[in-house]
């Protein structure tokens, strides 16, 4: 079964530290991939994606970094503060995945003590 | 507030018993998702709907059914249930059948005894 593999399952930082999650991914659909975030007791929430035509995209503290040669991506989180403690997902369009095809990690609990 | 909402956002059950889900979408969007979320693990994609007809089956059970409804609001009914069914159920919706943006609910939360 087509997966994606996601690392570390949690992740201590502190503030102000730098937060780096990986995914790997085999083949996929089409190139979009997501990163959501889902606080306790929320549903996941889209942060932020990329659609490599371009190999890194930042949006404020987050920056996703694509290497599809290696057909894997990451996200750091920069300055990281305690309300960035979350769950973190990783998503990618996997071939033979169902629906919008969107196959999500096992997700990266991270807590960033103060 | 992703403006997608689920009922009820807790559910207690005893084995064997059926229980159906509830899920309003955002509005203006047809395709309704389905994931199931276990302790320390991911989101499985369950089942979707766009605008009233069954599109894509993930990892669904046969004992679990969903149905789409003309108002486009969307139900999941999980019946036999099992020890192993106790999960977070995870309603999403998108504009249109393509991948993009998923707005997810806040979850049923599902307790089967």
């Known amino acids: 079964q087509q997966q994606v593999k996601q690392s570390p399952q949690s992740l201590i930082v502190q503030k102000g530290g730098i937060s780096i999650i990986n995914c790997a991914y085999e083949?996929?659909?089409?190139?979009?991939f997501p990163w959501y975030q889902q606080f306790p007791g929320k549903g996941p929430a889209l942060l932020i994606a990329?659609?490599?035509?371009?190999s890194e995209k930042k949006e404020g503290r987050f920056t996703i970094s694509f290497n599809k040669s290696a057909k894997q991506f990451s996200l750091h989180i920069m300055d990281s503060q305690p309300g960035d403690s979350a769950t973190y997902f990783c998503?990618?369009?996997?071939?033979?995945?169902?629906?919008?095809?969107?196959?999500f990690g096992g997700g990266t609990r991270v807590l960033v003590k103060p | 507030d992703s403006g997608v909402t689920q009922t009820p956002k807790h559910l207690i059950t005893a084995t064997g018993q059926r229980v159906t889900l509830r899920c309003s979408p955002r509005?203006?969007?047809?395709?309704v998702y389905w994931y199931q979320q276990s302790l320390d693990q991911g989101l499985q994609f369950l089942i979707q709907?766009?605008?009233?007809?069954?599109?894509a089956k993930g990892n669904i059970l046969e004992r679990f059914s969903a149905q789409q409804f003309p108002d486009l609001h969307s139900e999941l009914n999980l019946s036999s249930l099992e020890l192993g069914d106790s999960a977070l159920y995870f309603c999403?919706?998108?504009?249109?059948?393509?991948?993009?943006?998923?707005?997810f609910g806040e979850g049923s939360r599902l307790t089967v005894l």
């Open positions: 083949n996929t659909a089409f190139d979009y």
């Open positions: 999403a919706s998108s504009r249109g059948l393509g991948t993009g943006e998923l707005f």
């Open positions: 509005s203006g969007d047809l395709s």
């Open positions: 998503a990618a369009p996997m071939i033979k995945a169902a629906g919008n095809k969107l196959t």
């Open positions: 990329i659609r490599p035509d371009v």
């Open positions: 709907y766009y605008n009233g007809e069954e599109r």
